[in-house]
């Protein structure tokens, strides 16, 4: 990171900058510090957190997931003291894993809206360093599509085996077929309570309006891979569409996205949802339980260490193969490697278009 370039962070409408403490770091994290750059409210009212006044100065309460503590406290608790230093404030955080809110209390209104926002800015950034552990999706694991992919995959190995890189270890698990529409870190049950009622939201808001309360449905067909080279393919996916033509199946995926990001939610990555369905990916080589991976996951690194296969024959081959019509019905917040009782991830909340 470039001093005189230093990476920015908007949080609440506000642009931060993060300047990096050279520091030895504990836990394999770097511990950084982060300091309120132009826009910064500490010598003004701030409207994005209410900031109370008690009998002893001011005090101001924020929300923290439990596991992300560590990084507030710091090594030997250092940041946190560093912190109450600076602002000239104290912070009272919970006990580890004990779900609750930090509170930020001090003399001077301006101290406690400095430590405020660079808490604020210390867990958007320690958030984004973490594994997602859910993601929206559309089930694709209806039997005649998990039918399908069994031939799919038997055909293949039939035909391709001897191409480079070629396995059945590469093959999705049937039960786990689905489209996923973004992912999320939530690191609490309140998290995972907030993504649930967004979701209801959104049916009440504009599903309910574009799927008329009946199920969608689409159709699975055709292969296709992700990166630029056919003969170095790490994943290949199947192509979705509506049987109707129409790009309802889009518009709600881009809607939904579109809302759980500007929750703070989820992170955006893309323009717009790229609806697929992994079916072969070269992540499940070493960990069958493996799930789609996001740039911004922490396991990034697990890609350098991929060995891709050879996809051109399976692109010639399986170019239109029909892996079979599917009712889309619900949307689910998915536990990400979990199971149900049907071999689908577990879900912690869905929305329903009927």
């Known amino acids: 990171m470039e001093v005189l370039r230093p990476t920015l962070i908007r949080i609440g409408g506000r642009i931060y900058r993060k300047n990096l403490i050279q520091e030895q770091a504990y836990h394999a994290e770097e511990e950084e510090d982060f300091y309120a750059g132009p826009g910064d409210c500490a010598d003004e009212p701030c409207d994005a957190f209410v900031v109370e006044e008690t009998e002893k100065g001011f005090q101001c309460r924020v929300e923290v997931p439990s596991p992300l503590y560590k990084y507030i406290i710091g090594k030997k608790g250092e940041t946190k003291k560093r912190l109450e230093t600076e602002t000239r404030t104290s912070i009272s955080i919970p006990r580890p894993g004990v779900e609750g809110e930090i509170v930020i209390a001090g003399e001077q209104r301006g101290g406690v809206i400095s430590a405020r926002t660079r808490i604020d800015v210390l867990v958007e950034s320690v958030r984004?360093?973490?594994?997602?552990?859910?993601?929206?999706?559309?089930?694709?694991?209806?039997?005649?599509?998990?039918?399908?992919?069994?031939?799919?995959?038997?055909?293949?190995?039939?035909?391709?085996?001897?191409?480079?890189?070629?396995s059945s270890s590469l093959f999705q698990n049937p039960a786990k077929l689905h489209l996923t529409l973004g992912t999320l870190v939530l690191l609490s049950e309140q998290e995972i309570r907030k993504a649930c009622e967004l979701l209801q939201r959104c049916k009440e808001d504009f599903v309910d309006q574009i799927t008329g309360g009946s199920p969608l449905t689409v159709e699975v067909a055709g292969v296709e891979y992700m990166n630029d080279d056919p003969a170095m393919t790490d994943v290949l996916y199947a192509k979705v569409h509506m049987k109707d033509g129409s790009d309802r199946l889009q518009v709600i995926a881009d809607k939904l996205v579109e809302r759980f990001v500007a929750s703070g939610l989820m992170l955006k990555e893309w323009d717009r949802v790229k609806l697929h369905a992994t079916v072969m990916n070269t992540l499940f080589r070493k960990d069958p339980s493996a799930e789609e991976r996001s740039s911004s996951a922490s396991g990034k690194s697990s890609?350098?260490?991929?060995?891709?296969?050879?996809?051109r024959n399976i692109l010639k081959l399986f170019e239109n193969f029909s892996f079979g019509e599917v009712q889309l019905d619900s949307v689910r917040l998915s536990q990400r490697f979990s199971s149900d009782a049907a071999g689908y991830y577990a879900t912690s909340g869905q929305l329903t278009f009927s």
């Open 128 to 166: 984004k360093k973490q594994p997602f552990t859910h993601f929206l999706s559309f089930a694709l694991n209806q039997p005649v599509v998990q039918e399908r992919f069994l031939q799919f995959k038997e055909q293949v190995l039939e035909k391709c085996s001897k191409d480079p890189g070629v």
């Open 303 to 311: 890609f350098k260490e991929r060995e891709s296969f050879n996809g």
